[in-house]
């Protein structure tokens, strides 16, 4: 396959789970400078240098190919070691310099369109705009700890290569903490026949940083501003979905990433409409 070097600005990271084959892996999804939505992996991103540990948010320079044993049209190997960080798009100006770039990623009104998308069109990465949030559901996962199948996972990787001593090893995997809990959404979203409801499993990585700043700070105490911050604040924002489905099971889907602009006034949205 023939490699690139693209202008990729990051949409989504999200938390870390054990691989076979790559250590520990995150979906990371963008849109190029030229508006064509990306799927990269395999990114270990813990493992990438520190100099090249891109945020949500912020432009990369990065060679890329399209994926061989992964048919999604957005989903390309990276190359980890010519990652190159660019800038970071602030939230001055309410978004201003983020909303062009929200504009561009294919956008959907409920499920049902999405996952037409996906047959007719192949898209494994969409915009949703929920009608109404109704709910967090905070469940506790089916294991609270990586299982021992995900150990030997990490452990194997981990020592491939002579990287670390099996004591370093299992010192580095005790550091990717496994969240004991799943956190999904409940939602409306408008169809002609009515308000339908969906819920979908949240595994952005800022959500998973968020329940543990405050299992941290509030120690059993930790649901009732994690609920705030999800339930209450976000909602209050124009908040949307980045959707991403599974590679051996496309029909089903995940929230990879939650993006909140601020809720524009009317007179700044009838501004907007007219360019």
């Not at 190919?65 to 048919?71: G, L, S, V």
């Not at 939602?187 to 329940?211: F, N, P, Q, T």
Request: aromatic share 10%.
């Amino acid at each position: 396959m023939v490699s690139q070097v693209e202008h990729i600005l990051i949409l989504a990271k999200t938390y870390p789970s054990p691989s076979a084959q790559h250590v520990e892996t995150s979906c990371v999804a963008g849109i190029t400078d030229k508006g064509l939505m990306r799927r990269l992996y395999p990114l270990s991103f813990r493992f990438i240098e520190e100099s090249n540990q891109f945020r949500k948010w912020q432009w990369i320079d990065v060679r890329v190919e399209k994926a061989t044993k992964d048919h999604r049209p957005e989903s390309h190997r990276v190359y980890v070691d010519t990652i190159q960080c660019r800038d970071v798009l602030e939230t001055r100006q309410q978004w201003a310099d983020r909303r062009p770039w929200i504009d561009r990623i294919p956008y959907f009104d409920n499920m049902e369109s999405i996952d037409g998308a996906r047959v007719s069109e192949g898209i494994s990465l969409g915009l949703l705009h929920p009608g109404k949030i109704l709910g967090l559901d905070i469940t506790p996962a089916r294991n609270v700890d990586w299982t021992d199948e995900e150990k030997e996972k990490l452990l194997r990787a981990h020592m491939q290569g002579e990287l670390f001593s099996e004591l370093d090893a299992r010192r580095e995997i005790r550091h990717l903490r496994k969240i004991p809990f799943d956190f999904h959404y409940r939602y409306l979203c408008d169809m002609s026949e009515g308000a339908v409801e969906y819920r979908h499993k949240i595994v952005d990585w800022e959500v998973g940083m968020l329940y543990w700043n405050c299992q941290q700070t509030y120690g059993k105490d930790w649901e009732a501003p994690f609920r705030n911050r999800l339930e209450d604040k976000l909602p209050g924002n124009d908040l949307m979905f980045l959707m991403g489905n599974q590679h051996r099971f496309q029909d089903q889907w995940l929230i990879i990433s939650l993006i909140y602009p601020p809720r524009l006034p009317p007179e700044a949205m009838k501004q907007t409409s007219l360019f």
